[in-house]
């Protein structure tokens, strides 16, 4: 299971009643964000669920309302007693724009490790216990939509493990996927575990057109946090203009790709009610919801 | 007249009910900032002032609480349609420090004008129609504290006015301290207005120690808005250690300065209830009264 929250949906600015569109994870205990812009730092105080245990940060691009906040996020982090490095994941020039941004936060208690994206799509990208995927998309400049998946590993299968001689007491150890030895034998996983089960897939993709690459990314999604910046089709031009996707358009990309569900996000500060505008994605994808602020559910497997 | 609203309150971390310490001052229609942390552009979209009118940004130092939310304040500027420069005030090395941030801001429709501070008293700094001091503050980094000055000219006399034979209709202008042309003849306002009147001042010191300079700078002012990091005079070690000020102190400096009214400002995260100590600065400067998020009022010419 995962735990998943919003953070922000808005676009652009922060807003009173509407913060900047990131995402928080949280696997046994450790976080992951997707996105920092000015105050997420603040909802996610509101959220509650800590700063220490922060992994990672993956940033999408480069534009202020998906990044101005990691300074500040950064040193609420260090004020939480962290020194464990941290691992920031984003576009080429990742960590020259965070030690320009840092100009003001130079004696973090933590190291920073630089992923950089160079590849259209990236795959298995494991940071602590995440694992993370990236798809480039089509925006104004170079910005990455996210998943993050969670193995589950195949059913263990107690008469094989009883039948091997394995104590119970080493049960949990295989059941974990690490090996067993005992004596001068070694036990591996795969010989009590069934085959590998379905996991949990999270995307998230905002600031782009609806491209193909991005169906094939999000297929099969348990969840799909997708932009809507716009709920009218009428903003169809001004959308494509400054290559964003739209209600629709983020509905129609949650159809082609199976997903289980759509959350909508990343709305313009334009976009009072979005609420007005549901109906337009849900008649194309029905299990569709908005985002709002810290909305958060939990994911189980499946079964 | 001019009208000042308090931001925010806090220090070190934007806190969900408390912002960022920062001041706004409006002087006919024109806006004038001290500090801006992170989600300073929020509390400035409840208080509703606007943006465009944001002439000046006074920076005290480069702590990340005192200008995280810099890049993100000048978009929202750009937004609201503003072309004309804006100057940004502070100590040596602003420009730098700003470029530094503004990496994921490049693209202002607006330019800017530095003034970096150099000498320990600055006085008269005239940009727009702001008059502003700087006071070299004791903190761990270079730091200012500043003061707005809004002067007033001399009571317009009509009888000299009229004895002069200045038509009634160029009598503004005078009044508003510009010269009047009739024919050949230069009339100035010295020639029908009495000897300059007491003007408004409004001081503003965050982290730092009491120090003397601090007393002469903020003598007199109708308003001094001054750091109370802590309110129990148990943590003067902390204070001490950190260069910051206590409301007992804050107090003091405006007893010795003979101001007119402090307000307390700058709490720390860890004060959650500044109002259980207040009465430990009033004890020492009766007219004291805790900054909240927001609280504005205006100051009127005297008499």
Redesign the interface.
């Known amino acids: 299971m995962i735990d998943v929250a919003l953070l922000g949906t808005g676009g652009?600015?922060?807003?009173?009643d509407r913060f900047l569109t990131s995402l928080m994870c949280r696997l046994n205990g450790r976080f992951l964000v997707i996105d920092c812009g000015?105050?997420t730092?603040?909802t996610m105080?509101?959220l509650g669920w800590g700063f220490k245990n922060l992994d990672v940060v993956c940033i999408t691009h480069?534009?202020?309302d998906h990044?101005?906040?990691l300074?500040?996020l950064l040193?609420?982090v260090g004020?939480s007693g962290r020194t464990e490095h941290i691992t920031l994941v984003g576009p080429k020039g990742l960590q020259?724009?965070v030690e320009?941004?840092c100009?003001?936060?130079p004696e973090l208690p933590f190291g920073i490790d630089y992923v950089e994206l160079g590849d259209d799509i990236v795959e298995g990208l494991q940071v602590g216990g995440f694992v993370i995927g990236a798809c480039l998309l089509e925006h104004r400049v170079t910005c990455y939509g996210y998943s993050i998946n969670v193995a589950r590993s195949g059913k263990f299968d107690p008469i094989k493990a009883a039948g091997l001689g394995i104590p119970k007491n080493q049960w949990s150890l295989l059941q974990k996927n690490e090996n067993v030895f005992i004596g001068d034998k070694t036990y591996t996983p795969d010989m009590v575990l069934g085959n590998q089960r379905k996991g949990i897939k999270v995307c998230y993709a905002t600031d782009t057109r609806p491209i193909n690459r991005l169906v094939d990314f999000v297929s099969g999604a348990d969840l799909f946090i997708g932009e809507g910046i716009y709920g009218s089709d009428e903003k169809l031009g001004k959308a494509v203009e400054y290559t964003h996707m739209l209600f629709s358009e983020a509905a129609g990309i949650a159809k082609a790709a199976n997903v289980k569900e759509l959350w909508l996000t990343h709305f313009s500060p334009s976009l009072t009610c979005p609420g007005e505008y549901l109906d337009v994605a849900k008649n194309i994808f029905a299990n569709t919801a908005l985002g709002y602020d810290r909305v958060n559910k939990t994911i189980f497997f499946e079964g």
């Open positions: 652009m600015m922060p807003l009173p000015e105050a730092q603040i105080k509101i480069f534009h202020a990044i101005a906040g300074p500040g040193l609420s004020n020259k724009v320009s941004l100009i003001i936060a």
